[in-house]
């Protein structure tokens, strides 16, 4: 089993910025895509930015040039930069992690949610 422990969400007033960290608890055979996702309510869950083990990102058109995501592979830690926050970023933001668990076998472990609440 692997927990992703989730940090950093609050609140904010619009314009300002918050980092989000999130730790797995181990790694087995490594870990390929780590992720962040968000989910406003009454709104389907959906991706704000990814990352691999190799540094290649991905990122939602609603966040580009404002959101930044890194790891550091050797601490498990996927990080979140968000700047110039936008009430519409008010969300409940989750951890993902896409965990080797062994040579043949991936599993999508989820963090519990951290809530980010951006006032205009």
């Known amino acids: 089993q692997v927990q992703l422990v989730e940090s950093g969400g609050g609140l904010v007033r619009a314009g300002g910025s918050l980092r989000l960290s999130c730790t797995a608890s181990?790694?087995?055979?490594?870990?390929?895509?780590m992720g962040w996702y968000r989910q406003a309510p009454g709104k389907q869950r959906e991706l704000v930015a990814d990352?691999?083990?190799?540094?290649?990102?991905n990122y939602a058109d609603s966040v580009k040039g404002r959101f930044t995501i890194s790891r550091d592979n050797a601490k498990n830690t996927v990080y979140l930069q968000m700047n110039s926050l936008k009430s519409e970023d008010t969300a409940v933001y989750y951890c993902?992690?896409?965990?080797?668990?062994?040579?043949?076998?991936?599993?999508?472990?989820w963090g519990q949610g951290t809530q980010v609440t951006v006032s205009s």
């Open positions: 993902n992690a896409d965990v080797r668990m062994n040579l043949n076998y991936n599993h999508v472990y």
């Open positions: 181990r790694s087995y055979y490594g870990i390929n895509i």
């Open positions: 990352i691999t083990s190799g540094g290649s990102t």
